[in-house]
């Protein structure tokens, strides 16, 4: 088979990495692609949003299969052009990718079906948003209804920084046409856990449980990221809540999508808080979780091309997903001052130390070419994910291999999995 995958992070590296392994995988493009899945599959330099471009690319070269990375695209629907051409493609139809493209439209989803989520209400007008926070109870929770880059979500502590709030999503626009309506919920407590599935539409198979790192610094603090570190899989996603979760949350959204008239197929991430009420659902997303997918897909035993022609056809019955019982922890290896201000451009070296090795992988985010020489190229660069019998021996493992990487301006939360 030929395939193409469409992306250029961490994400998409983990992806080419499983993809690579397969034994029906010939040929592996990527576009972008980056650094170090050149290494891996032929990159195209074709952008993720030029949809008639990379149609064309797939159809001149013969590709049986198009795996779609990020959220922009899918939420653009990308899908629907590929299938328009004859291209069989691994993601959500765009009415579907509404699930993670409008936080309205899943809230609502939720409250109609009864899946477990936080109080919530939906404003388009500022001003209605500004007095309904007047008898809100604090803290609470603004998320902008858009595609925001993992940032559109602000934690409110007091009324005044629920009105800065407003003004900096809704009348700045902060988050461009995302902010166009807002989502104001009740803040909720307790550990959150993410959970990767497979769908064909109709049957839905879990992945195993991971546990991300938002805040930029130590302790949870500083600004929320795309995620600076993550591990798999969450000590406190325990038989209970799974059992739980099945009955009432993962079969129940696939459903209430094919109900809507919007089957989905492809990958649903599942944000969960353990609350002391039960798991409830902190955001749906559309696709592999970034990093999640670096700590989930080194475990994961089947062959991934099998299991996505299988969501693709509708067979997804038929697939018994297995994942080694080792543990994986990421730790992100960032560029000082993400997620705000920073300098790209700076030399990266050590990749040699990850040669050779099954239980340790360096997972480019933002790096390219500059001639001969890998630089950093965005604020997440590289992952560092490493396999270990444990969490513990995992974490070790892997924070021993952030060592071997050296560029200037090298930055990383040191608690990642410090299970507390």
Known sequence: MNVLIVGGGGREHAIATKVAQSKHVDKLYCAPGNAGIAKTAECVPIGVMEFDALADFAVS??????????????????????????????????NAAILEGSKAFS????KKYNIPTAAYENFDDPAAALAYLENAKMPIVLKADGLALGKG??????????KEG????????????????????????GREVSVLSFVDGTTIKTMSSAQDHKRAK?????????????FSPSPFYTPEVDKFCREHIYQATVDAMAAEGRPFKGVIFFGLMLTDEGPKVLEFNARFGDPEAQVVLPRMKNDIIEVMLACIDGKLA????????EAAVCVVLASDGYPEHYEKGFPITGFEAFDGRDDCFC????????????????????GITALGRDIDEARNKA??????????????????????
């Open 61 to 94: 070269h013969n590709i049986d299969l198009a795996i779609i990375g990020p959220d922009d695209p899918l939420v653009g629907g990308i899908v629907d052009v590929f299938e328009s051409r004859g291209i069989k493609t691994f993601g959500p139809h765009k």
């Open 363 to 382: 997972f480019h985010a933002g790096t390219k070419y500059d001639g001969d020489d890998i630089v950093t190229n965005g604020g997440r660069v590289l």
């Open 399 to 420: 924070y021993e291999a952030t060592k071997w990487i050296v560029f200037e301006n090298k930055y990383m939360r040191s608690d990642i999995a410090k299970i507390r």
């Open 153 to 162: 979500v602000l934690i409110c502590n007091t009324l005044e920084e629920a």
């Open 107 to 110: 809230k609502d989803l939720m």
């Open 218 to 230: 130590d302790n949870d603090e500083g600004l929320n990221t795309g995620g600076m570190g993550n």
């Open 166 to 189: 407003i003004n900096t999503i809704m009348v700045d626009k902060k988050f461009g046409k995302s902010g166009n309506t807002v989502v104001i919920e009740e803040f909720m407590t």
């Open 318 to 325: 038929d697939i018994e997903l297995d994942f080694s019982e």
